[in-house]
């Protein structure tokens, strides 16, 4: 594997686990703010987030090259209402969508076709993934202050079942 795509890898490998963390960190405030669903939500996103991770760490390992693990930084996330995380969430959705994008630039330009192959999995994933917070921003927007809404959306995201595991 040619170095520079190695290293691209291990980059977002650090994104994978930083956005984990970032999950994980909104998953304590949610619970300080007594919203229990999305706690779990953000829970489940954490895990999401850490098998990302370990797809590029497995693929590395299978193409013959090494994960070098790098520093995460502390989440420096907060919000006071449920709508003001998940449009956080999105917004860096959105980010690493782009970096996914730069990726897949990469693998083209490097012709590391099975590099291409695996992410054409994250590219759909990352449609999904902004999807799903798109839709509770909207369910959040609906219900505004409304304590009886705010209640059943947070009970629909503790309902938030998890995908099958491994591909
Ligand atoms: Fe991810
Ligand atoms: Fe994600």
Request: hydrophobic content about 40%.
């Amino acid at each position: 594997m040619k170095e520079s795509v190695e290293q691209a890898i291990n980059d977002q490998i650090q994104v994978e686990f930083q956005s984990a963390y970032g999950y994980l960190s909104m998953s304590a405030r949610f619970e300080d703010l007594n919203f229990k669903g999305a706690a779990k939500w953000m829970r489940m996103q954490w895990q999401e987030e850490n098998m990302h991770a370990m797809k590029f760490f497995d693929f590395l390992i299978r193409r013959g090259g090494n994960p070098r693990l790098q520093p995460l930084t502390a989440p420096e996330i907060s919000f006071n209402t449920p709508l003001e995380a998940f449009e956080i969430a999105l917004s860096s959705e959105r980010k690493v969508t782009r970096l996914i994008h730069e990726l897949y630039d990469l693998a083209v330009e490097k012709k590391d076709y099975s590099l291409r192959t695996l992410l054409h999995w994250f590219i759909d994933e990352q449609v999904e993934e902004e999807e799903s917070v798109e839709e509770i921003i909207q369910n959040f927007k609906l219900t505004g202050d409304s304590g009886e809404g705010l209640f059943l959306v947070d009970r629909e995201l503790g309902q938030r079942i998890a995908e099958g595991g491994e591909e």
